[in-house]
Protein backbone atom coordinates (compact mmCIF):
# COMPACT_ATOMS: atom_id res chain seq x y z
CA UNK A 1 0.00 0.00 0.00
CA UNK A 2 1.34 3.08 -0.82
CA UNK A 3 -1.00 6.52 -1.91
CA UNK A 4 -3.95 4.44 0.31
CA UNK A 5 -2.17 5.42 3.32
CA UNK A 6 -3.06 8.97 2.84
CA UNK A 7 -6.85 7.93 3.03
CA UNK A 8 -6.94 8.26 6.52
CA UNK A 9 -5.22 11.50 6.45
CA UNK A 10 -7.78 13.28 4.70
CA UNK A 11 -10.67 11.87 6.89
CA UNK A 12 -8.99 13.03 9.40
CA UNK A 13 -8.11 16.66 7.94
CA UNK A 14 -12.21 17.29 7.85
CA UNK A 15 -13.05 17.23 11.44
CA UNK A 16 -12.58 20.12 13.56
CA UNK A 17 -9.54 21.55 15.29
CA UNK A 18 -7.59 19.21 13.26
CA UNK A 19 -3.91 19.27 12.02
CA UNK A 20 -3.13 20.48 8.79
CA UNK A 21 -3.23 18.19 6.09
CA UNK A 22 0.45 17.73 5.31
CA UNK A 23 1.31 17.23 8.96
CA UNK A 24 -1.41 14.83 8.68
CA UNK A 25 0.00 13.06 5.24
CA UNK A 26 3.46 12.83 7.24
CA UNK A 27 1.67 10.99 9.89
CA UNK A 28 0.09 8.67 7.59
CA UNK A 29 4.01 7.83 6.88
CA UNK A 30 5.99 8.22 9.47
CA UNK A 31 7.12 5.19 10.21
CA UNK A 32 7.97 4.13 6.53
CA UNK A 33 9.76 7.44 6.78
CA UNK A 34 11.64 6.13 9.92
CA UNK A 35 12.10 2.85 8.13
CA UNK A 36 13.93 4.95 4.94
CA UNK A 37 16.46 6.90 7.78
CA UNK A 38 17.06 3.51 9.59
CA UNK A 39 18.15 2.22 6.45
CA UNK A 40 20.49 4.35 5.94
CA UNK A 41 22.62 3.08 9.05
CA UNK A 42 21.60 -0.44 8.91
CA UNK A 43 19.17 -0.18 11.77
CA UNK A 44 16.35 -1.72 9.95
CA UNK A 45 17.27 -3.59 6.64
CA UNK A 46 15.53 -4.60 3.62
CA UNK A 47 16.48 -6.85 0.60
CA UNK A 48 15.14 -6.86 -3.27
CA UNK A 49 13.82 -10.41 -4.33
CA UNK A 50 12.27 -10.28 -7.55
CA UNK A 51 8.93 -12.33 -7.69
CA UNK A 52 8.83 -12.03 -3.70
CA UNK A 53 5.28 -10.95 -3.76
CA UNK A 54 3.65 -10.65 -7.44
CA UNK A 55 3.63 -6.50 -6.79
CA UNK A 56 6.76 -6.21 -4.99
CA UNK A 57 9.87 -6.91 -5.04
CA UNK A 58 11.06 -5.80 -1.51
CA UNK A 59 11.76 -8.29 1.24
CA UNK A 60 11.54 -6.45 4.03
CA UNK A 61 12.79 -8.76 6.57
CA UNK A 62 14.24 -6.14 9.57
CA UNK A 63 12.04 -3.53 10.90
CA UNK A 64 11.48 -3.88 14.81
CA UNK A 65 11.54 -0.67 15.34
CA UNK A 66 9.05 0.51 12.87
CA UNK A 67 6.97 -1.64 11.73
CA UNK A 68 5.98 -3.61 14.89
CA UNK A 69 2.65 -2.70 16.59
CA UNK A 70 4.68 -1.96 19.25
CA UNK A 71 7.03 0.65 17.74
CA UNK A 72 4.04 2.15 15.20
CA UNK A 73 2.53 2.97 18.26
CA UNK A 74 5.52 4.88 20.18
CA UNK A 75 6.51 6.87 16.33
CA UNK A 76 2.64 7.94 16.62
CA UNK A 77 2.22 8.94 20.67
CA UNK A 78 5.90 10.76 19.63
CA UNK A 79 4.51 12.14 17.01
CA UNK A 80 1.04 13.15 18.46
CA UNK A 81 3.03 15.30 21.44
CA UNK A 82 5.03 16.96 18.56
CA UNK A 83 1.66 18.15 17.19
CA UNK A 84 0.63 19.37 20.48
CA UNK A 85 3.58 20.88 21.48
CA UNK A 86 2.88 22.93 18.27
CA UNK A 87 -0.60 23.57 17.98
CA UNK A 88 -1.76 23.23 21.63
CA UNK A 89 -4.51 21.43 20.14
CA UNK A 90 -6.07 18.08 21.72
CA UNK A 91 -7.84 17.01 18.59
CA UNK A 92 -4.78 17.83 16.32
CA UNK A 93 -2.43 15.66 18.43
CA UNK A 94 -4.69 12.69 18.97
CA UNK A 95 -5.83 12.49 15.31
CA UNK A 96 -2.21 12.61 14.19
CA UNK A 97 -1.28 9.85 16.36
CA UNK A 98 -4.19 8.52 14.89
CA UNK A 99 -3.27 8.65 11.66
CA UNK A 100 0.36 7.91 12.15
CA UNK A 101 -1.19 4.35 14.27
CA UNK A 102 -2.85 3.13 11.24
CA UNK A 103 -0.14 2.55 9.02
CA UNK A 104 0.57 -0.79 10.61
CA UNK A 105 -3.19 -2.04 9.87
CA UNK A 106 -3.39 -0.74 6.23
CA UNK A 107 -0.25 -2.50 5.86
CA UNK A 108 -1.42 -5.32 7.28
CA UNK A 109 -3.98 -5.68 4.63
CA UNK A 110 -0.72 -5.56 2.08
CA UNK A 111 2.07 -6.62 3.18
CA UNK A 112 3.40 -10.93 3.39
CA UNK A 113 3.80 -12.15 7.31
CA UNK A 114 7.09 -9.25 7.87
CA UNK A 115 4.80 -7.64 10.39
CA UNK A 116 5.34 -8.20 14.27
CA UNK A 117 4.06 -7.06 17.21
CA UNK A 118 7.12 -6.03 19.34
CA UNK A 119 10.12 -6.42 16.83
CA UNK A 120 9.89 -10.91 17.46
CA UNK A 121 8.27 -13.21 15.57
CA UNK A 122 5.49 -14.49 14.97
CA UNK A 123 4.65 -12.06 12.27
CA UNK A 124 2.02 -10.73 10.20
CA UNK A 125 0.42 -9.43 6.74
CA UNK A 126 -2.47 -10.79 5.02
CA UNK A 127 -0.59 -10.78 1.19
CA UNK A 128 -2.70 -8.40 -0.86
CA UNK A 129 0.67 -7.51 -2.46
CA UNK A 130 0.20 -11.28 -4.43
CA UNK A 131 -3.76 -10.38 -5.31
CA UNK A 132 -3.41 -7.80 -7.69
CA UNK A 133 -6.47 -7.80 -8.80
CA UNK A 134 -7.70 -7.40 -4.94
CA UNK A 135 -4.93 -4.89 -4.31
CA UNK A 136 -4.66 -2.28 -6.74
CA UNK A 137 -9.09 -1.71 -6.96
CA UNK A 138 -8.62 -1.56 -2.83
CA UNK A 139 -6.13 1.45 -2.89
CA UNK A 140 -7.82 3.50 -5.50
CA UNK A 141 -11.10 3.13 -3.62
CA UNK A 142 -9.19 3.74 -0.46
CA UNK A 143 -7.75 7.11 -2.00
CA UNK A 144 -10.57 7.94 -3.79
CA UNK A 145 -13.14 7.86 -1.59
CA UNK A 146 -10.85 9.85 1.19
CA UNK A 147 -10.59 12.30 -1.28
CA UNK A 148 -14.39 13.02 -2.12
CA UNK A 149 -15.10 13.06 1.95
CA UNK A 150 -12.20 15.60 1.82
CA UNK A 151 -13.44 17.49 -0.87
CA UNK A 152 -16.81 17.65 0.43
CA UNK A 153 -15.82 18.76 3.87
CA UNK A 154 -13.63 20.94 3.41
CA UNK A 155 -14.07 24.14 1.37
CA UNK A 156 -11.83 27.01 -0.21
CA UNK A 157 -11.94 30.35 -2.18
CA UNK A 158 -13.87 29.68 -5.77
CA UNK A 159 -11.53 28.27 -8.14
CA UNK A 160 -9.02 26.41 -5.86
CA UNK A 161 -7.93 23.61 -8.11
CA UNK A 162 -4.91 22.84 -5.78
CA UNK A 163 -6.60 19.89 -4.47
CA UNK A 164 -6.55 18.43 -8.01
CA UNK A 165 -3.35 18.75 -8.17
CA UNK A 166 -2.37 17.01 -5.70
CA UNK A 167 -4.83 14.44 -6.23
CA UNK A 168 -2.78 13.93 -9.62
CA UNK A 169 0.40 13.79 -8.15
CA UNK A 170 -0.86 11.28 -5.81
CA UNK A 171 -1.80 9.47 -9.26
CA UNK A 172 1.39 9.77 -10.66
CA UNK A 173 3.18 8.50 -7.45
CA UNK A 174 1.21 5.54 -7.81
CA UNK A 175 1.43 4.60 -11.38
CA UNK A 176 5.10 4.79 -10.89
CA UNK A 177 5.11 2.70 -8.01
CA UNK A 178 2.80 -0.10 -9.65
CA UNK A 179 4.46 0.06 -13.26
CA UNK A 180 7.65 1.83 -13.37
CA UNK A 181 11.13 0.34 -13.21
CA UNK A 182 11.80 -1.51 -10.00
CA UNK A 183 15.42 -1.15 -8.63
CA UNK A 184 17.35 -4.81 -9.61
CA UNK A 185 19.11 -4.60 -5.92
CA UNK A 186 18.98 -2.73 -2.55
CA UNK A 187 20.75 0.65 -2.16
CA UNK A 188 20.96 3.91 -1.00
CA UNK A 189 18.56 4.51 -4.28
CA UNK A 190 15.83 3.22 -2.15
CA UNK A 191 15.60 4.96 0.63
CA UNK A 192 16.58 8.61 -0.78
CA UNK A 193 13.26 7.66 -3.37
CA UNK A 194 11.11 6.88 -0.66
CA UNK A 195 12.14 10.26 1.27
CA UNK A 196 12.20 12.51 -1.91
CA UNK A 197 8.71 10.96 -2.47
CA UNK A 198 6.85 11.31 1.30
CA UNK A 199 8.48 15.06 1.22
CA UNK A 200 7.41 16.00 -2.33
CA UNK A 201 3.54 14.17 -1.29
CA UNK A 202 3.38 16.41 2.15
CA UNK A 203 4.82 19.34 0.97
CA UNK A 204 1.91 19.12 -1.87
CA UNK A 205 -1.05 18.45 0.53
CA UNK A 206 0.46 21.01 3.37
CA UNK A 207 -0.05 23.69 -0.05
CA UNK A 208 -3.40 22.12 -1.14
CA UNK A 209 -5.14 22.06 2.32
CA UNK A 210 -3.38 25.84 3.41
CA UNK A 211 -6.48 27.60 2.11
CA UNK A 212 -9.19 24.97 2.74
CA UNK A 213 -11.50 24.93 5.78
CA UNK A 214 -13.88 22.60 7.44
CA UNK A 215 -17.23 22.99 6.05
CA UNK A 216 -19.53 23.86 8.83
CA UNK A 217 -22.77 22.16 9.19
CA UNK A 218 -25.69 23.61 7.68
CA UNK A 219 -27.46 25.78 10.13
CA UNK A 220 -24.51 26.12 12.40
ZN1 LIG B 1 4.98 0.74 5.95
Known amino acids: ?22 TLFVAAQLVDIGFAALLVPGIEAMRIIPGIT ?4 MDLYRMPYTHSLLGTLIWAVLFGALVWFA ?15 SHWFIDLLVHIPDLTLYGMPPR ?26 YMRRT ?5 NRRPWL ?6 FAQAIDWFGPKEPA ?9 LFAYALLAGTAAWAGANRRQRLPAGA
Open 54 to 57: AMNP
Open 87 to 101: TKRREAAIGAALVAA
Open 1 to 22: MFIGHFAPALIMATRPRAAGLG
Open 166 to 171: LASLLA
Open 124 to 149: FGFGLWNHPAIAMPLEIALIGGALAC
Open 186 to 194: YSLAVPATM
Open 155 to 159: EAPAG
